[in-house]
DNA sequence: CTGAAAGCGCTTACAG
DNA sequence: CTGAAAGCGCTTACAG
C-alpha cells in the first residue's frame, strides 16, 4: 500500500494513493454496489492496514446519520433510584449497540420537563437517531412529544399506542409474588410502592388491589428512606399485615431497618419480599426472597427494536421469584 | 419575527428573515464579537422564539469540536465490579457536562485491548474531544496511546505522568481503615482484595503491607463470588486474622456468607469493614464499617478537569469511615 | 462499473 | 461592523 496514507488520510487521499474514486472508496466503506469486488477489496485492505476511519461528524452531516442513541433519566439526587438496573440496563444496550457501530449518548436530567427540553434540543441539532425511553408516567407527555418532533424513539418498559416499544408485563411479577405469599398463607400483605405516578408502580397496585385472595394495601413513596419507614410505621399501628411487598432494593432496606426497630424478626413475625432482586437481598440476614430479572438482556432487547425500526415485540424478562428465607415461615 | 422561521431553519434562512448574513447568526449563536449588541439581541431573540439549535454534525464539521466526552468502561460480565460507583461517577460528571453544553458517550468494552481500539477509532473519526479513563492497571497501555492518538484525555483517580488527572490519594483508604482495627486491638487482619493489576488496589496492598502495627495478609481476587469465598476459606485454615477488610461490596458480601457458613459470628469472633461504603453495608446485620466516599463530587471534578483543558489537579475525595456494628467489638 | 461535481449546514478567514 | 465565499470531509445523485 502506499506509504503516504495514515490514520489522518481522508477519503480522497486513499482514493488518489489507490488510484480511484472518492466515490469508489466510499462505496466500499458502506458496501454499497458499484464498484468490483476486487477494488472493494483492494481499498478495503488498505483501510484496514491503516486502521482507519472516517470522520464522524462529516459522515453524520452528509448522510444525515448520526448512529448514536440517545438515553437521558430523569432522577433526582434524592431518589437515586435503582441503580443496579440502569447499569445493567445501559451495558446490555451499549453491547449490542457497539456491535452495529452505534454509540450511545446518555444524559441526566433534573426533572420530566428537562428531559423533555433534551430531547428538543436533541431532535433540532439532529444529535441522535433514536431515544429509548425510561420511566413511563400515566399522562405522560414524551410519547406525544418525541412523535411531534420527528425523534424515532422506543419506550422500554411499558406499551405505548403512539411509539414501538419494548413491552413489559408487570403485572406478573406482582402476581407470582402474591401468590407465593398466599401459599405461605398470608391473609394481609402490605405493598410499599414507588412513585405513583410511574405507569409500572400502578400497574402493580392494580393487580395488587384487584387480586382475591389476601387483602393487600398499598402504600405509595417517593423512593427514599424516609417515606419507606413512614409507611413501614404506619402500618404497624392497628393490626398490621403478616407480609411486606417492597418495590425496590432501597425500599426493602429502609423497610426492614424499621421492621427490625419496631421488634419484628423478619422471616418468622413477619415475611418480606422485593419486586426488585439485587446483591443486597443475598446477602442481607435473612435473605429477601425477590424477583429476579435479566435487566442487561432486557437492554439488548430495547437496542435491538432500536436499530430494527419500527417494529413493536412483546418481550418476556421471564421474571422469575427467587425464594428466600424472609418469606419461609408459614402463616395461618 | 418573520412567521417562516421554525426549528427546521439554517443559518442562512435564519439570517435572511432578519435581514442580516450568516456570519452575523454564527456570531451571535458562538458569542463571538464582530455584531452590534443590538444585532447580537435581535438575532438571539429570533433563535430563543422558534427554540433552534445548530446542527450538530454540520457545527462539528466545521469548527472540529464534538462537544462530547467519551468514557469507556472495560469490565468482564462476570467481575460487574462495582455499578453504584459507575452509576453514581457518571451521573456526577454528566451533571457538570450537560452544564456546558457536553454529551457523554458511554461504551463497555470486554478488555483493556478492546478498550484501546475504541480510543483509535474515537481518535480517527473524531468521535469526541476528550476521554476520561478510568481503573488504572500497572503497567497500562492507555496514557502512552491517547498520549500519541493526541486524544485529549484525562485519568481519574490515579496519578499519571502522561496525562492530567484527578488523583485519589487511595493510601489514606487504607491507612485509616487499618488505624481503626488497630484502635479495636486487631493484630492479624486480612485484606481481601481486587485484581492486583488495579493500580488503586496495588496501592492499597502496599501501604498494608508496609505498615506498621497489625499483620496483613493480602489476597488478591477478580470480584467475583467465588474468589472471595476461596480466599477467606483458605485464611480461615490455620490461626486465622480477627479482621477482615474487602475492597467493594461484592466482596463484602461474599466474604461475610463465607466466614457465617464457617460459623462465625460477624462483628464478635471476627470484624469485617469494606473500603467502599454502600447501602448494602448499611442493611446488612451486623451493618458493616466502610469507607465512604462522594463519588458523585468526583466525577464533577473530573468533569471540570477535561473541561479546563490541561492542569492536573490533586482532588480530596475526603474518605471517613462510618463505623458500624461489624466492627465494634474489642480484641486484645 | 467509474469519476467529477454538488451538497450536507455550519464556521471563519478575508475583503470591504 | 458586515457580507460573499471558501472550507470542514464525507456521501450520493448524475453523467459517462
Known amino acids: 500500500m502506499s506509504p503516504k496514507l495514515n490514520r489522518q488520510s481522508r477519503v480522497s487521499d486513499i482514493a488518489k494513493a489507490l488510484g480511484v474514486s472518492p466515490t469508489a ?11 468490483s469486488t476486487k477494488t472493494r477489496e483492494r481499498i478495503l485492505a488498505a483501510i484496514a492496514e491503516i486502521n482507519w476511519s472516517p470522520h464522524y461528524a462529516a459522515r453524520a452531516l452528509s448522510d444525515g446519520r448520526t448512529s448514536t442513541i ?15 438496573f440502569f447499569m445493567q440496563f445501559m451495558t446490555g444496550m451499549q453491547a449490542k449497540l457497539s456491535q452495529r457501530g452505534y454509540g450511545l449518548l446518555f444524559q441526566v436530567a433534573t426533572s420530566l420537563e428537562r428531559e423533555c427540553v433534551i430531547y428538543e434540543q436533541w431532535a433540532d441539532q439532529h444529535r441522535v437517531d433514536a431515544v429509548a425511553v425510561v420511566d413511563l408516567h400515566r399522562d405522560d407527555p414524551r410519547p406525544r412529544l418525541l412523535k411531534e418532533l ?10 405505548s399506542s403512539l411509539l414501538p416499544s419494548v413491552y413489559i408485563d408487570d403485572k406478573v411479577v406482582m402476581e407470582q409474588m402474591l401468590t407465593h405469599l398466599e401459599e405461605r398463607g398470608h391473609k394481609h400483605v402490605t405493598y410499599v410502592a414507588g412513585n405513583k405516578q410511574l405507569r409500572h408502580v400502578s400497574q402493580r397496585a392494580q393487580v395488587a388491589l384487584k387480586r382475591r385472595g389476601p387483602k393487600v394495601e398499598v402504600e405509595y413513596t417517593d423512593y427514599t428512606a424516609e417515606q419507606a419507614a413512614a409507611a413501614v410505621r404506619k402500618q404497624l399501628t392497628g393490626t ?6 417492597f418495590d425496590n432494593e432501597a425500599l426493602t432496606i429502609a423497610g426492614v431497618q424499621t421492621l427490625r426497630e419496631a421488634g419484628a424478626q423478619i422471616g418468622r413475625d413477619v ?3 422485593s419486586l426488585e432482586d439485587s446483591l443486597t437481598c443475598e446477602a442481607m440476614s435473612p435473605p429477601i426472597t425477590a424477583i429476579h430479572r435479566d435487566t442487561y438482556r432486557f437492554g439488548e432487547a430495547v437496542a435491538d ?6 417494529e413493536t ?4 424478562l421471564s ?14
Open 25 to 35: 472508496v466510499s462505496f466500499a466503506l458502506n458496501d454499497k454496489p458499484g464498484i
Open 319 to 332: 421474571p422469575r421469584l427467587i425464594e428466600r428465607d424472609s418469606t419461609k415461615t408459614v402463616f395461618d
Open 305 to 310: 427494536t432500536l436499530l430494527a425500526g419500527e
Open 313 to 316: 415485540e412483546p418481550f418476556d
Open 240 to 245: 398490621g399485615p403478616t407480609a411486606y411487598v
Open 70 to 84: 440517545g438515553l437521558v433519566i430523569a432522577r433526582s439526587p434524592k431518589a437515586v433510584g435503582s441503580e443496579a
Open 150 to 159: 420527528g425523534l424515532k424513539a422506543v419506550i422500554a418498559g411499558e406499551k
Open 271 to 273: 415475611a418480606v419480599a
